[in-house]
């Protein structure tokens, strides 16, 4: 069955750029919209946006002046970069398989998310 | 942006039915989703499209969504589904999806 892993650095400092990877495992990353969600401590979850695999994205728009979604089909991978990060930025980060059900997104398989704490 | 309103906390007693709710401005025309998530672990998807289960979610599972109000229905609460459950639509007006804030039950 499909796996997902997020990978990335644990500690970013202020003003500079988060990245992960999350790699896709025991599927094609072809033809499905991926997913990053992230979730601050002791708090709920917050959608951060989705890409296709032909790169077609959609963002938070909350989030949207500092987010950039891509995909590395060859290396069945997909990233976020995440620019400017404060201390609010900090939280778990999940990926996400999306699947469309009865013309609706909903994210079916979720990665075991990473920390990231913006600090200096 | 859409809204959506979970209580906070539910509690209920081992056996009983467990009901969470999801408010949102004429929900029923959507597509409700329901996340599962134990201390520590990533969610898992319970509930999709209102009522469906995924392969392995047991029964005892099942959803509803009319009006401004769905509802997640745990029946023959375990001790085992003591989680937080998030409720998630896809906002077609702005391209983007929705949780809603979440609500942690408790298996007395």
């Known amino acids: 069955q499909v796996q997902l892993q997020e990978s990335g650095p644990g500690l970013v400092k202020p003003s500079e750029t988060l990245s992960l990877t999350c790699t896709v495992s025991?599927?094609?990353?072809?033809?499905?919209?991926w997913s990053w969600i992230r979730q601050p401590a002791g708090k709920g979850l917050e959608w951060i946006g989705r890409?296709?695999?032909?790169?077609?994205?959609n963002y938070n728009p909350s989030l949207k002046s500092r987010v950039t979604m891509s995909v590395d089909t060859s290396k069945n991978q997909f990233s976020l970069k995440l620019s400017s990060v404060t201390a609010a930025d900090t939280a778990v980060y999940y990926c996400a398989r999306v699947v469309v059900v009865a013309a609706t997104p909903v994210m079916d398989v979720w990665g075991q998310g990473t920390t990231v704490t913006v600090s200096s | 942006s859409y809204v959506l309103t979970q209580p906070p906390s539910v509690s209920v007693a081992p056996g009983q039915t467990a009901r969470i709710t999801c408010g949102g401005n004429?929900?029923?025309?959507?597509?409700v989703h329901w996340y599962q998530q134990k201390p520590g672990q990533a969610p898992v998807l319970v509930v999709y499209d209102d009522s469906d289960r995924p392969s392995g979610i047991p029964e005892r599972f099942s959803g509803s969504n009319s009006g401004n109000t769905a509802t997640l229905t745990i029946s023959r609460v375990e001790a085992g589904d003591e989680a937080d459950y998030y409720c998630q639509v896809w906002d077609s007006s702005s391209d983007q999806g929705v949780f809603g804030g979440g609500t942690k039950l408790t298996v007395l």
């Open positions: 890409i296709y695999t032909s790169g077609s994205t």
């Open positions: 004429n929900i029923g025309s959507k597509s």
């Open positions: 025991g599927g094609s990353i072809s033809s499905y919209y």
